[in-house]
């Protein structure tokens, strides 16, 4: 099969500061005079992705690790630019990606307030329309996300700077972090409602690990569109069916959760995603970071397929789930 004829694909789930090639980031580095801890790109490579055999203790170790190096490259606006142009390219070109949505925390890419959200954003929209007009073929927008480490007053900053630009390609509204004590998911749900008047969707990562609890009070009380990963959901029946009933679709990411020891085995993968199955919930197949991660959509797709987790007529069944559940119009 010719990439030309390679089946359509889609991404609902991948964050920017996983995304971009090493190489690139590399390039956009030097440009900018960021003082890296090696002179060797190889080194650069292997502290910014996952490779054979390497995993995080947990999602808290994953963020210091990785996301630092990354969110301090892309933060100006030439550099935002870029990644977000490469990424929408290179997911078509590895793999006819024809749908993305790609989510990044402008709040993360401003060096600690010194450069200027709108300036961030509206980068991030231009790397958007370039990559749209090199490859028409696609569809991509942008999901602006919040954080756990952040107080309500910034988070509050970010959903007003998303709903601003919710025209020009801000799709969606996402939260996302290690679980924090600070952290009040009730006290953000007023954000989510001002989220969903303005027409934006609405997802938020939980349920990935952490407590149910939070995942069973954002399905009830935010009910958002998507929920990041929210596998825990099958821990507890009546919260599948209540997740059905209202028609949220879970974004899952299986080697991100291999990777980050969420989840310990394929063993328990199968077992998650054939209770998914049981249950009519809908799940979309997704990478959270295809560089990070040392991956693709396809490569996750013959992941699950290869290991008789879901049979390729279950895989297309997601990406149509994708096709339906995505918040771009
Ligand atoms: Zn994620």
């Not at 009040?184 to 954000?191: N, T």
Request: glycine share 8%.
């Amino acid at each position: 099969m010719t990439k030309k004829t390679e089946k359509a694909r889609a991404e609902l789930h991948t964050h920017l500061g996983a995304a971009v090639h090493p190489s690139i980031l590399w390039s956009i580095a030097h440009r900018q005079g960021i003082k890296l801890p090696s002179k060797n790109y190889w080194d650069f490579e292997e502290m910014i992705t996952m490779g054979e055999g390497r995993k995080n203790k947990n999602l808290n170790d994953m963020h210091y690790h990785f996301y630092h190096w990354t969110e301090l490259i892309q933060s100006s606006p030439e550099a935002i630019e870029e990644s977000v142009k490469s990424v929408i390219g290179g997911g078509y070109r590895a793999c006819n990606l024809v749908l993305q949505e790609l989510r990044f925390n402008p709040m993360f890419r401003n060096r600690g307030g010194e450069r200027d959200l709108d300036h961030i954003i509206m980068s991030a929209l231009w790397g958007l329309q370039h990559a749209l007009l090199e490859y028409p073929q696609v569809k991509a927008g942008i999901i602006v996300m919040m954080d756990r480490m952040f107080n309500y007053g910034m988070n509050e900053i970010i959903l007003k700077k998303a709903i601003k630009y919710r025209h020009q390609g801000i799709v969606g509204i996402d939260v996302a972090g290690p679980e924090r004590k600070n952290f009040s998911m009730k006290k953000h749900a007023l954000l989510f409602e001002q989220a969903r008047a303005a027409g934006l969707g609405i997802t938020a990562h939980t349920g990935e690990a952490g407590s149910l609890e939070e995942l069973r009070f954002v399905v009830r009380e935010i009910r958002p569109h998507r929920v990041g990963h929210g596998i825990k959901c099958v821990e507890d029946a009546k919260l599948m069916a209540e997740i059905v009933e209202q028609g949220i679709v879970l974004e899952t990411c299986p080697t991100s959760n291999l990777k980050n020891n969420v989840v310990k085995s394929l063993k328990e993968l199968k077992n998650i995603y054939r209770t998914l199955l049981r249950h009519k919930v809908k799940f979309t197949i997704n990478t959270d970071g295809p560089e990070m991660y040392r991956t693709n959509i396809r490569k996750e797709q013959e992941l699950l397929v290869k290991n008789g987790i879901l049979s390729p007529k279950q895989v297309d069944e997601c990406t149509r789930w994708a096709f339906e559940a995505t918040f771009i119009k």
